[in-house]
């Protein structure tokens, strides 16, 4: 085989080096045993025949072929020279400009050279193949690593991003609370009424005679609610059925902890009865406790449940779940279930005997729960 002249050697292996790895897992088994040994162990085409159990010529020959191949390779892939110059470069440059992968292929040759006689060729030619191969695979696992990592650093980014906006809005949040707890508190040391003043003048203007005084009825009923009796309960419920609103109305307007309890074993996920259970000044602390996540479960769109479970971390020490959950308040609305709570109240004090003003002023009186001063 002629070679071009004017080819550089050097230039041709800048060229083929990087698709070496490639070119070299495409040939069948003994091709590449009998390349390796000649280009890079350095071995003649008798000791590559005996390494292979062929001939001189056959060994020969195969590389030929092989060396064909590979030329059929680099081609393939844009790189165009003779199967002379590959092999006079692959010669000329196998252990001197080498990648690391080809070098130890050279210092395994050179440890092996000793041993020539009791170790066979074709062993070490192998041997050597999984060294490229394991090599390849490490630079494919430290690849993916790498990928990680930036992949782990951006996510932390993210996270740090969404951390400082939470923060921020936790900030804002925290500081209407306050202004909020201010109003309330003015309010609460004012001791004003909380129903509007016209709705209270057309009401008296319509009632009897005997309610018409709707501040007689703030200053005997507001503050001080009175108590039914068990008999006006009893009443009560058998009216109305032993539902979650009328068990809940005739707890709060009798003050009797059994009938929430009764509320508590029938209705455990109906998040108004968490709520009264949280909130109740004749429960215990520990029996309070479970029913807060009770409440977050079965509302959790209220914020009113994440502030009561801040709260109670917050007791405890647990500044960090505090934090946590006024942060999933945000967004969510607020309710404290007034609405149904003052009807449900007045329905109970109509049924023993109250008027409309009377029952309306007692139940309205429950507004400020004194549990959501804190």
């Known amino acids: 085989m002629q070679t071009i002249p004017d080819e550089n050697e050097a230039d041709a292996w800048s060229q083929i080096v990087p698709l070496l790895d490639g070119a070299l897992a495409g040939l069948n088994e003994t091709d590449r045993n009998a390349v390796v040994l000649r280009f890079f162990?350095?071995?003649?085409?008798?000791?590559?025949?005996?390494?292979?159990?062929?001939s001189e010529d056959s060994a020969r020959m195969r590389i030929n072929r092989a060396l064909e191949k590979l030329r059929e390779y680099f081609l393939r892939h844009g790189v165009q020279s003779t199967a002379a110059v590959i092999a006079g470069a692959m010669s000329a440059n196998s252990v001197q400009a080498a990648p690391v992968t080809l070098a130890k292929l050279a210092t395994a040759a050179?440890?092996?050279k000793g041993a020539a006689g009791g170790t066979s060729a074709a062993a070490i030619?192998?041997?050597?193949?999984?060294?490229?191969?394991?090599?390849?695979?490490?630079?494919?696992?430290?690849?993916?690593?790498?990928?990680?990592?930036?992949?782990?650093?951006?996510?932390?980014?993210?996270?740090?991003?969404?951390?400082?906006?939470?923060?921020?809005a936790l900030r804002k949040q925290m500081a209407g609370l306050q202004a909020e707890?201010?109003?309330?508190?003015?309010?609460?040391?004012?001791?004003?009424?909380?129903?509007?003043?016209?709705?209270?003048?057309?009401?008296?203007?319509?009632?009897?005679?005997?309610?018409?005084?709707?501040?007689?009825?703030?200053?005997?009923?507001?503050?001080r609610?009175?108590?039914?009796?068990a008999q006006q309960v009893d009443a009560f419920l058998q009216a109305n059925g032993r539902k979650v609103s009328s068990l809940l109305a005739a707890y709060r307007?009798?003050?009797?902890?059994?009938?929430?309890?009764?509320?508590?074993?029938?209705?455990?996920?109906?998040?108004?009865?968490?709520?009264?259970?949280?909130?109740?000044?004749?429960?215990?602390?520990?029996?309070?406790?479970?029913?807060?996540?009770?409440?977050?479960?079965?509302?959790?769109?209220?914020?009113?449940?994440?502030?009561?479970?801040?709260?109670?971390d917050l007791k405890s020490g647990q500044t960090e779940e505090a934090m946590r959950e006024l942060a999933n308040a945000a967004g969510k609305h607020f309710d404290d279930y007034t609405q149904s709570r003052i009807q449900d109240d007045v329905d109970a004090y109509l049924s023993a005997g109250y008027s409309m003003v009377e029952a309306q002023t007692i139940s309205s009186g429950g507004l400020l729960l004194p549990e959501f001063a804190p």
């Open 41 to 54: 162990y350095d071995k003649s085409m008798r000791e590559i025949g005996t390494a292979l159990g062929a």
């Open 110 to 112: 050179a440890l092996a």
């Open 125 to 168: 030619a192998k041997g050597a193949l999984k060294i490229m191969a394991w090599t390849k695979m490490q630079t494919t696992i430290v690849g993916a690593v790498i990928v990680g990592m930036a992949a782990y650093s951006v996510m932390q980014h993210q996270a740090q991003a969404r951390l400082r906006e939470q923060n921020e």
């Open 181 to 223: 707890n201010q109003r309330l508190a003015s309010s609460s040391q004012a001791n004003t009424p909380r129903l509007a003043a016209p709705l209270a003048a057309n009401v008296s203007a319509a009632l009897p005679v005997k309610d018409s005084s709707t501040n007689s009825a703030y200053t005997r009923f507001w503050g």
């Open 225 to 229: 609610a009175p108590v039914l009796t």
């Open 253 to 312: 307007t009798s003050r009797d902890v059994g009938l929430l309890r009764e509320a508590m074993g029938k209705f455990p996920q109906d998040p108004q009865v968490a709520f009264e259970v949280v909130t109740s000044p004749w429960l215990t602390a520990d029996e309070k406790r479970p029913w807060l996540k009770t409440f977050e479960q079965t509302a959790p769109e209220n914020s009113l449940a994440n502030y009561l479970l801040a709260m109670d």
